[in-house]
């Protein structure tokens, strides 16, 4: 297999995008001006193993190319977005967690291209959130996007120019994995203690949650658990469960004076938070822009910091684009494998 020359435009017609995450793999035929069409979606085989998972991809690939092709415009390849971190010389998953066994090691680019015959691109499915909302989303026309995706875990991904920035080994924008001293003594997924995916991610503020009220009394008179996950929290507080709201503040003045801390480093045009957390309500938004604010130094003072626009269509497009003309020559972030 090689990859094909990128030197020229690439053809401008639909793609096939793919999001890949541990509950869920969604895909649709994403047009050239970003319309996304003819979804699907299927649970994720998560425990099954890769061969599942993949199966799973080429079950949901083969009715939208089939679609696309009696349309008279068939799919020019396949953009995936997945979870793990994805090798950019071969698009490879090269590390990835317990949420989906055995990830770790799939060579998914060329087992795609072998299933389906098309041309594929694979990055991390943050860094596909960051570009489909930097091409067409609430960073359109933006040179610098930094995205915060505050959900189960904590990631993110910064965007230049058309171009999500990997580094050298496909891990850049591990956000979560920052010290953080809201968090200090708590453990981290990463096995490490006092991350700020601690306390600023969905997880992170149901554990501290638990901790302050392990149970609850139910309607019905008996106890059990005082939450199920960090929806329930945000619900919680925005009933005005005083433990909620002081675990729901907590975590958005973390994650603020955090994002404070990245706009001075990386001077972006516009913050992009996406996710669970996201979804919490004013006043966590409040107190994550206040604090953001504290930290931000007078220079970098004005920058933007606002949700995102385009929902889980964000991967589907991000990853598509990595196939279209303006994104075709960014072979840093990704592969195309095709067959020799």
Same mark, same amino acid.
């Given at each position: ?94 590390? #990835?967690?317990?949420?989906? *066994?055995?990830? %770790? &090691? /799939?060579?998914? !680019?060329?087992? +795609?291209?072998? =299933?389906? @015959? ?11 959130? #960051?570009?489909?909302?930097? *091409?067409?989303? %609430? &960073? /359109?026309?933006? !040179?610098?996007? +930094?995205?915060? =995706?505050? @959900? ?16 050298? *080994?496909?891990i850049a924008g591990h956000l979560g994995h920052v010290p953080s001293p809201e968090a200090? @003594? ?155």
């Amino acid at each position: 297999m090689t990859a094909p020359d990128t030197d020229g435009p690439a053809p401008v017609g639909p793609v096939i995008g793919l999001d890949v995450g541990g509950t869920k793999i969604s895909a649709g035929l994403v047009t050239a001006d970003g319309d996304v069409r003819h979804e699907a979606s299927v649970t994720t085989p998560a425990t099954a193993g890769p061969d599942a998972i993949l199966t799973a991809m080429v079950t949901l690939v083969r009715p939208i190319a089939a679609a696309a092709e009696a349309e008279g415009c068939p799919a020019l390849g396949l953009g995936v977005g997945a979870a793990g971190v994805i090798d950019p010389a071969t698009g490879a998953v090269t590390a #990835a967690t317990d949420h989906l *066994r055995s990830w %770790a &090691g /799939t060579p998914v !680019a060329d087992r +795609l291209t072998t =299933a389906t @015959g098309l041309p594929v691109r694979v990055v991390n499915d943050v860094h596909a959130h #960051a570009l489909g909302e930097a *091409r067409r989303g %609430a &960073g /359109t026309g933006q !040179a610098t996007v +930094l995205l915060v =995706a505050a @959900g189960t875990g904590l990631g993110g991904a910064i965007v230049v120019d058309g171009r999500v920035l990997t580094g050298s *080994r496909g891990i850049a924008g591990h956000l979560g994995h920052v010290p953080s001293p809201e968090a200090a @003594g708590l453990p981290c997924s990463c096995g490490r203690t006092g991350h700020l995916e601690a306390v600023a991610s969905g997880a992170g503020l149901l554990e501290r949650y638990r901790s302050t009220m392990p149970v609850r009394q139910m309607d019905d008179g008996s106890v059990g658990p005082s939450a199920a996950s960090g929806a329930d929290v945000s619900r919680l507080a925005a009933a005005g469960d005083p433990a909620a709201l002081s675990c729901v503040d907590g975590s958005a003045a973390a994650l603020g004076r955090a994002i404070g801390g990245w706009i001075n480093t990386l001077d972006p045009d516009v913050v992009i938070v996406t996710g669970g957390l996201a979804q919490a309500g004013p006043r966590w938004w409040t107190r994550l822009r206040a604090a953001a604010d504290t930290e931000t130094i007078p220079a970098a003072t004005g920058c933007p910091v606002v949700p995102a626009a385009l929902g889980a269509r964000a991967a589907l497009i991000g990853a598509a684009s990595l196939l279209t003309s303006d994104h075709a020559d960014h072979a840093d972030h990704s592969i195309v494998r095709t067959r020799a």
